[in-house]
Nanobody, 126 residues
Framework: QVQLQESGPGLVKPSQTLFLACTVSGASGPTAFYYWAWIRQPPGKGLEWMGVISYTRSTYYSPSLKSHTSIARDTSKNQFTLQLLSVTPEDTAVYYC??????????????????WGQGTQVTVSS
């Protein structure tokens, strides 16, 4: 059974860079061809799709976040990562990682993903 676990700092100061990792465990051969996404949910708001990286390391980002977002894969650590530059309090959210067999852009419906992490709270505050 594939499991995804997000990790990272719970508190980040404004203007700093946020770095989150999603560790993948229990993955078998077919998951090598999956797509790995980041989604977040600010307090009191709906889910927001941030971006996705393919098994070939192609990346697709939300247009509103593209300029300061980077998603990468580290296969040696069975992880994929999210880097968010120059964070502001508006980046405060629960951050989720997810995986899907097919490429689905801008999708926030959990049912569309094959695997979904438990989420990690990130607060941006001085």
């Amino acid at each position: 059974q594939v499991q995804l676990q997000e990790s990272g700092p719970g508190l980040v100061k404004p203007s700093q860079t946020l770095f989150l990792a999603c560790t993948v465990s229990g993955a078998s051969g077919p998951t090598a061809f999956y797509y790995w996404a980041w989604i977040r949910q600010p307090p009191g708001k709906g889910l927001e799709w941030m971006g996705v990286i393919s098994y070939t390391r192609s990346t697709y980002y939300s247009p509103s976040l593209k300029s300061h977002t980077s998603i990468a894969r580290d296969t040696s650590k069975n992880q994929f990562t999210l880097q968010l530059l120059s964070v502001t309090p508006e980046d405060t959210a629960v951050y989720y990682c997810a995986a899907s067999k097919t490429l689905i852009l801008r999708a926030t419906d959990k049912k569309l993903y094959d695997y979904w992490g438990q989420g990690t709270q990130v607060t941006v505050s001085s």
